[in-house]
């Protein structure tokens, strides 16, 4: 029916497929990209909770001084606002001091 194109009985796709010789590089494996990760453990305990001293500061001054804003802003509370800005930039620098402190000390 199909003349050159008529497929093997074996094979159905033999004659759809031409034979091309396999030309795949040899290419070598991609080392894995993944780092190793050190335990948290082995961290002296003084980092440690100076870490989590320094997240909590940051944390506490974003929180107060972005609250504090929207107060001022959106309720026109400028009292309670203010002050809530005041505690937050006092977090806001105490943190930066302590991380200025443990870096000379370290």
């Known amino acids: 029916m199909l003349g050159i194109l008529d ?8 004659a759809f497929v031409p034979d091309v010789p396999d030309v795949t590089p040899d290419v070598p494996e991609a080392p894995d990209p993944t780092p190793d990760i050190p335990d948290p453990s ?11 001293v320094q997240v909590l500061l940051f ?3 974003l929180l107060a001084v972005s609250l ?5 802003v ?11 800005v005041l505690v937050g930039v006092a977090a806001l620098l105490f943190g930066y001091q302590r991380y200025r402190a443990f870096t000379r000390q370290e």
């Open 7 to 14: 497929p093997d009985e074996d094979d159905p796709e033999s």
């Open 68 to 72: 504090g804003l929207m107060l001022v």
């Open 74 to 84: 959106f309720d026109r509370r400028f009292l309670v606002g203010g002050v809530v």
């Open 59 to 61: 944390n506490l001054g």
């Open 42 to 52: 082995d961290a002296p305990e003084s980092l440690r909770r100076e870490f989590w």
